[in-house]
């Protein structure tokens, strides 16, 4: 009973992956907007913000989520 129950919340968890189909260089911002269900483009303009005016924070971020995240299946 409680595998069972553990299975099936395990199959409803949704998790952080790189995109294999939304992608422009890695895959990254493509993985981060299925999880959170919004456009791309949008955590794309994002990301360049955050580079241009974080002083290369958003580039950072970047290289660090495109080695940390696994590509999907």
């Not at 919340?9 to 493509?30: F, I, P």
Request: charged share 25%.
């Amino acid at each position: 009973m409680t595998n069972d129950v553990l299975n099936q919340a395990t199959d409803k968890v949704k998790k952080l992956r790189r995109s294999r189909d939304d992608r422009m260089v890695a895959g990254v911002c493509g993985g981060v907007a299925k999880l959170l269900g919004v456009d791309a483009a949008l955590l794309r303009i994002l990301l360049v913000a955050a580079t241009l005016f974080g002083f290369g924070a958003g580039a950072l971020l970047y290289l660090a989520a495109w080695i940390l995240m696994p590509e999907e299946d």
